[in-house]
């Protein structure tokens, strides 16, 4: 099976850093994807790691250490639309390579 | 030029009842997955299918079943309906499985069962 742990809600102010940490187990680890999902939409894709170290994609960064089963989400610059539920996810090869989801965290930005 | 479509958006009905959800993708991708997302949000993946090999959570029930008619169509069918699979239902697809390929998501369908 596979454990994924990310905080339930978050605050934060417009303009500010936030870092939403998630830690995993798994035992056949294919890559960690974090979307995003305003109320009432869908998820929509932030970004990918499968290997150690940072990636960075404009305003959001993730950052992987498979040995420690652990990433992070980055945010820069906040602004009041990235007010949102943040989910991370974990492929797994020994489960047919199938998403399993975190309970998402909520972050709350405000002015 | 939607990328993944669902119908209907929302679906309201009784405890018993048979009901299907459609899902239809327009980027070539050879993978599509049905998800469910309960009132706490959790979102759990129920099928993975492409033209060669349906993965099913163990834990999902055998009232609900997959049907594709084609590669671009991942339809789910729910049997007996119950109280607990009220949740809002998420189609998905990819190019390939296992790949670095994100998934893409539809707009979700909201079911209600009373």
């Known amino acids: 099976g596979q454990n994924i742990d990310q905080p339930t809600e978050m605050t934060a102010t417009e303009g500010a850093i936030v870092q939403i940490n998630c830690t995993y187990q798994?035992?056949?680890?294919?890559?960690l994807f974090w979307y995003q999902q305003h109320a009432g939409e869908a998820p929509t894709f932030l970004s990918y790691?499968?290997?150690?170290g940072l990636e960075e994609k404009g305003r959001f960064s993730s950052f992987l250490s498979r040995s420690k089963g652990y990433s992070y989400l980055l945010l820069k610059e906040l602004q009041m639309k990235d007010s949102a539920s943040y989910l991370c996810?974990?492929?797994?090869?020994?489960?047919?390579?199938?998403?399993?989801f975190g309970g998402g965290t909520r972050l709350m930005v405000k002015p | 030029d939607t990328a993944v479509s669902q119908t209907p958006k929302y679906l309201v009905t009784q405890m018993g009842n048979d009901k299907s959800i459609k899902c239809e993708q327009n980027?070539?991708?050879?993978?599509m997955y049905w998800y469910k997302q309960d009132s706490k949000k959790f979102l759990k993946i129920m099928f993975s299918?492409?033209?060669?090999?349906?993965?099913i959570n163990e834990t999902v029930p055998n009232r609900f079943s997959p049907k594709s008619p084609d590669k671009a169509h991942l339809n789910l069918h729910i049997n007996s309906l119950e109280l607990g699979d009220s949740a809002v239902y998420f189609c998905?697809?990819?190019?390939?499985?296992?790949?670095?390929?994100?998934?893409?998501f539809g707009p979700g369908t909201r079911l209600t069962v009373t």
């Open positions: 790691n499968v290997l150690d």
């Open positions: 996810a974990v492929r797994d090869h020994n489960a047919g390579n199938m998403l399993t």
């Open positions: 299918y492409n033209n060669k090999e349906l993965i």
């Open positions: 998905a697809s990819s190019p390939k499985p296992g790949t670095v390929y994100e998934q893409y």
């Open positions: 980027l070539g991708h050879d993978t």
């Open positions: 798994t035992s056949g680890f294919n890559g």
